[in-house]
T-cell receptor, first 115, second 116 residues
Framework: DTGVSQDPRHKITKRGQNVTFRCDPI?????LYWYRQTLGQGPEFLTY????????KSRLLSDRFSAERPKGSFSTLEIQRTEQGDSAMYLC?????????????FGSGTRLTVV | AQTVTQSQPEMSVQEAETVTLSCTYD???????LFWYKQPPSRQMILVIR??????QNATENRFSVNFQKAAKSFSLKISDSQLGDAAMYFC?????????????FGGGTRLMVKP
């Protein structure tokens, strides 16, 4: 297991198009998180899963955003009708409860540019 | 809601010297965790050091140490014997012990440059 993988690394899309990102967590980790990081800022929490259940969503996650984690394995984050304000780095992280107090393992992120 | 503030957008240090990055946070809680993460350019964020609020002893990890002042709500990171590989964005993060989801609240980051 080589850590948390995210695909694609970069995505350029036209405004109004839909995009989907994938995250493969560390296999034994039951928690999976999505964060968004805009240029020059710290990451902001979007949503998290415990196994396949989505347990919390931030107010940042508008109705154009949807996330899934079927079977508690990989996760996808879809953005519909993209807007220029969606341009950011989307970070995925995973952790194993109850050891989550040791912090997460982050992926390298997907950088989205909406033109 | 908790907030985390990093007041130094950029810091510079000479190789082999020591640098301290500042972080303050605002919370009404007594039990929480604090973290410093390092994000090298175009690479994943990695955990540098963590501190439990109930512990008075400051955490250390090799060349990295923290100065945790709970009453002042301050959590600074000291990097000793700075190396070129330490150049990165550094983020301070807070996690409530009452937060079942273990979500992190991050500061805005400090860009550390290391001069050879």
């Amino acid at each position: 297991d080589t850590g948390v993988s995210q695909d694609p690394r970069h995505k350029i899309t036209k405004r109004g198009q839909n995009v989907t990102f994938r995250c493969d967590p560390i296999s034994e980790h039951n928690r999976l998180y999505w964060y968004r990081q805009t240029l020059g800022q710290g990451p902001e929490f979007l949503t998290y899963f415990q196994n396949e259940a989505q347990l919390e969503k931030s107010r940042l996650l508008s109705d154009r955003f949807s996330a899934e984690r079927p079977k508690g394995s990989f996760s996808t984050l879809e953005i519909q009708r993209t807007e220029q304000g969606d341009s950011a780095m989307y970070l995925c992280a995973s952790s194993l409860t109850p050891r989550a107090d040791y912090g997460y393992t982050f992926g390298s992120g997907t950088r989205l540019t909406v033109v | 809601a908790q907030t985390v503030t990093q007041s130094q957008p950029e810091m510079s240090v000479q190789e082999a010297e020591t640098v301290t990055l500042s972080c303050t946070y605002d919370t009404s809680e007594s039990d929480y965790y604090l973290f410093w993460y390092k994000q090298p350019p175009s690479r994943q964020m990695i955990l540098v050091i963590r501190q439990e609020a109930y512990k008075q002893q400051n955490a250390t990890e090799n060349r990295f140490s923290v100065n945790f002042q709970k009453a002042a709500k301050s959590f600074s990171l000291k990097i000793s014997d700075s190396q070129l590989g330490d150049a990165a964005m550094y983020f301070c993060a807070y996690r409530s012990d009452n937060n079942a989801g273990n979500m992190l609240t991050f500061g805005g980051g400090t860009r550390l440059m290391v001069k050879p």
